[in-house]
């Protein structure tokens, strides 16, 4: 039986028993684009053949698996290069896989006796999808290229950031979604709508995940870019 292992990963740990111990982060390999196949090679040795800062990779691999904020040693960079190519990749999954898979799933399981609610169902979740998509786009058009521009040394405008509060709202809306489908949905297909909330809660992890990534990691390496470029 696989089960998770709650502990520092390095980079001498193999990435096969990472995969093995903490399959979610399948989903980081994914952002990274590494392919799989890798066999029994390091994590630093898979990262250093893909170009990718392995400091970063394992910043993000041990913050998924511990749920919460890392504390870096002080020696420890992280990559703003890769950390946004990172969180743009994890976007584009939201948005242009995820959710659109989680809605058409959603929709084939929907009980045809059930007209209003299923309205009120399909109403709710567009509108948390609308809210991910504004968020994300936000981020993709504006903090990206502030960031891009604080690491060319270019004169830009202070940004205002208020991503803990957008991530807190966003999570609560999922949150309230999959939990409307628990109580009051009544599905004609058990296993049908009980794949539709796997889904939904594998979602909510993930997304859980790639809000942590941006509040512990990407704010903080951005807030100290600030501090160096103004001095």
Do not use: W
């Not at 990274?32 to 630093?44: C, N, P």
């Not at 190519?85 to 799933?105: A, Q």
């Not at 567009?126 to 960031?147: G, I, R």
């Not at 489908?181 to 809660?201: C, G, H, M």
């Amino acid at each position: 039986m696989s089960t998770f292992r709650f502990r520092n990963y390095g980079e001498q740990d193999a990435m096969s028993d990472l995969i093995s111990e903490h399959y979610p982060a399948l989903f980081v390999l994914s952002r990274f684009q590494i392919a799989l196949g890798f066999g029994d090679k390091s994590i630093s040795e898979v990262c250093r053949e893909n170009n990718i800062d392995t400091p970063t990779f394992l910043a993000i691999i041990n913050l998924m698996v511990k749920h919460q904020p890392v504390i870096l040693p002080a020696e420890t960079t992280i990559s703003l290069s890769s950390l946004m190519d990172y969180l743009h990749r994890s976007h584009d999954y939201f948005l242009l896989y995820r959710l659109p898979e989680i809605r058409k799933k959603l929709v084939n399981v929907l009980n045809e006796n059930q007209e209003d609610l299923n309205k009120a169902v399909l109403g709710y979740f567009d509108k948390f999808a609308t809210e991910v998509k504004k968020h994300m786009l936000s981020e993709n058009n504006k903090v990206f290229p502030y960031v891009k521009a604080l690491l060319q040394k270019e004169n830009c405008e202070k940004y205002v950031f208020g991503f803990k509060k957008q991530h807190e709202r966003i999570e609560t809306s999922l949150t309230e979604f999959k939990n409307i489908l628990i109580k009051y949905y009544p599905a004609q297909n058990t296993n049908e709508i009980n794949s539709v909330l796997f889904d939904i809660f594998s979602c909510e992890r993930d997304l859980a995940s790639h809000n942590a990534v941006e509040d512990y990691l990407f704010l903080p390496a951005i807030e100290a870019l600030e501090k160096q470029s103004a001095s």
